[in-house]
């Protein structure tokens, strides 16, 4: 814990944004970090809660022990902080960025809407850790002589890459695309995470002994020769595969899925060529479909591209600003929120259905609509038009992309078609292969998958050894 009385004494501070006007003309990251005092006294606030709901599963799915290094930081002891991170985080500056704090709401000050600023803390923790020095390469004290091919440089790959180099395993990781990071580099535009923080954890991994193969696309034969070749192989591909919405007028020119839109300002961002036809908003009425953290992304990167306007539609009823804490506490509460992208200015409209989108000549003019009843079920006569050039569809993923090592193989999927392996051994129903992360789970949190890869590297470890010192 920080201070006794800190939670009684010191109000709650967040990180604060640049303003909306002028954020809005850049694509670099924007929030303003504390300073090292305010962050000292932030973490003073946690408090002597007994049951520190913060650092279960309801709260921290990689166990942080969030009390620990809050206290560290009140007492100025930082750079243990930063050990005590990272003994059960690879990568705090990726979640100290991008991960939705849930910890924040299994906070026990969260009964009275004040938890500390845990994700604050940690990435100034993390940061500081950078920016010291402190972050070092850890090479293995001898080698192991097994051979691991990690399939995908995502969270959980590069956190099962890493954790299998340090115990002396010579590991491989495949990526198809250019670069590392999966969906942190591809899918999260560079305002919510700039990229060098991805390469300089790649030049880490890389002097621990993970070598990296790019451009390098997987399928069905060649991860039998993976299979043939390696002592294990980790399956950590994700689940990029788009949930088919069923919308007539999906043809439409001008109608996109959300990560090819995405994925391809990235790449301009990181000055990373691409062949697609160039899917811009500038100039146009853009309407995003679906209401999660994705479509809050679509609507930051079509603002700074200089789109006209933005709507967002959300099924869903609009929530409550407060939950019922008796209900839901410690859990993720479903309540009213406003991310920094749509605060920029999008229009919402909640329990809204899409019928379908309308076009002339080819090419979408307007998203038909109507409104939904509780069962989200449209109502008649509600229906009405939002003017449309661009509609990018943001509804979730389904699965794995279909098409690869898993067209005609003998791999298990579950009823979601994700591929098929427990939490305890991450086994699949194919010999000597793994899965970990969204791969296996399906679409999920970036702290999900640095759990998964940190616990397959254990399993895999524990097969290939018998024994193993790699924490679960």
Known sequence: MGKVTGFLEIDRQELKYQPAADRIRHFKEFTLPLSEPEVERQAARCMDCGIPFCQSDAGCPVDNQIPDWNDLVYTGEWEEAARNLHSTNNFPEFTGRVCPAPCEEACTLNIENTPVAIKCVEQAIADKAWDNGWVTPQPPSRLTGKKVAVIGAGSAGMAAAQQLARVGHEVHVFERYAKSGGLLRYGIPDFKMEKGIIDRRQ??????????????????????????????????????????????????????????????????????????????????????????????????????????????????????????????????????????????????????????????????????????????????????????????????????????????????????????????????????????????????????????????????????????????
């Open 203 to 472: 030049g880490q991994m890389e002097a621990e002994g993970v070598i990296f193969h790019f451009g390098a696309d997987i399928d069905g034969e060649k991860l039998k020769a993976l299979t043939a070749e390696y002592d294990a192989v980790l399956l950590t591909t994700g689940a990029e595969r788009p949930r088919d919405p069923g919308l007539p007028g999906i043809e439409l020119a001008g109608v996109h899925y959300a990560m090819p839109f995405l994925t391809q300002q990235n790449r301009r961002v990181g000055r990373e060529p691409f062949d697609e036809t160039p899917i811009m908003a500038s100039g146009k009425h853009v309407v995003v479909i679906g209401g999660g953290d994705t479509a809050s992304d679509c609507i930051g990167t079509s603002i700074r591209q200089g789109a006209l306007q933005v709507t967002q539609l959300d099924i869903r009823p609009m929530p409550p600003v407060r939950e019922n804490k008796d209900v839901v506490w410690p859990y993720w509460p479903t309540k009213f929120r406003t991310s920094s992208s749509q605060a920029e200015g999008a229009d919402r409209e909640f329990a809204v259905a899409t019928l379908e989108v309308v076009g002339k000549k080819g090419k979408a003019t307007h998203v038909r609509c109507a409104r939904v009843d509780p069962k989200r079920k449209p109502i008649p006569g509600t229906e009405f038009d939002i003017r449309a050039d661009l509609v990018l569809i943001a509804i979730g993923f389904s699965g794995p992309r279909m098409g690869t090592y898993l067209e005609g193989g003998d791999f298990a999927l579950d009823p979601r078609t994700n591929v098929a392996a427990n939490t305890t051994d991450y086994r699949t129903s194919v010999s000597k292969v793994y899965a970990a992360g969204d791969v296996r789970r399906g679409q999920s949190l970036v702290v999900w998958a640095i759990r998964e890869g940190r616990q397959a590297a254990r399993a895999i470890d524990l097969d290939l050894m018998g024994a193993t010192t790699l924490p679960r």
